[in-house]
């Protein structure tokens, strides 16, 4: 089946510094790439839809000058948390679909674990 | 708009007993209907997914799902559950440009 990796798994950093995400689709291309958010015992929300070749779209409330994303390839998107602060630590989950359409399978990253001190 | 909701945050079963998580959708067309279980330290898994026809489909792990458009459901079900199906499991719905909208999920456990 087709595999979704993250790196890192987990990172803990300060206040103020940035963190950048990698998902990458190892044995697909995926032209679009999906992240989101999970807090603790609850569900995943969509913060954005990346784009390789053009820019993000990012959902209603997600500050995308804090949550920059860059679809470098057809098989890499990254997602940077600029200036982190404590309220960013999160579960941050990244998804690649197979295909172009509504029908088309997810296929999910592991997750990272961001902790901000 | 688009929601999934799933009733019950949290469902205890005995090992062997049968299964049945909820899930209802409000979607404007024809849905498109998913159910991921994650388990801790794993990415979500598809367990299976509705598209069109046969309204019960069969999934991954003995799991089963039946789509009933007059309810707007598609319940999650299992005749005998395994102590390695403790999880978190998700519903959702796919939306524009294959976004998915997931539900709050379910948290099962399993007793010995």
């Known amino acids: 089946g087709a595999v979704v990796s993250q790196h890192p798994s987990w990172v803990i950093c300060k206040s103020g510094t940035s963190v950048k995400i990698e998902c990458r689709s190892l044995d697909f291309q995926a032209t679009t790439m999906f992240w989101y958010r999970q807090f603790p015992k609850q569900s995943l929300m969509l913060m954005a839809t990346?784009?390789?070749?053009?820019?993000?779209?990012?959902e209603q409330g997600v500050e995308k000058d804090k949550f920059l994303i860059n679809h470098a390839s057809l098989t890499l998107s990254t997602l940077t948390v600029t200036s982190a602060h404590p309220e960013d630590s999160s579960f941050y989950i990244c998804?690649?679909?197979?295909?172009?359409?509504?029908?088309?399978?997810?296929?999910f990253g592991p997750g990272t674990r961001l902790t901000v001190l | 708009a688009q929601s999934v909701t799933q009733p019950d945050i949290h469902i205890t079963v005995s090992e062997g007993a049968s299964l049945e998580l909820r899930c209802n959708y409000s979607y404007g067309a024809t849905p498109y209907l998913f159910w991921y279980v994650q388990s801790p330290g794993q990415g979500l898994q598809l367990l299976l997914k509705y598209f069109s026809g046969d309204t019960l489909v069969q999934g991954i792990k003995g799991f089963e799902a039946e789509f009933k458009r007059s309810q707007s459901s598609f319940n999650l079900r299992k005749p005998s559950v395994h102590w390695s199906d403790a999880a978190e499991y998700f519903c959702a719905v796919g939306s524009q440009g294959g976004k998915l909208i997931f539900g709050q999920g379910t948290e099962l456990s399993v007793k010995p």
């Open positions: 998804s690649a679909p197979r295909g172009s359409g509504r029908t088309d399978t997810q296929y």
């Open positions: 990346s784009n390789e070749g053009s820019k993000a779209t990012y």
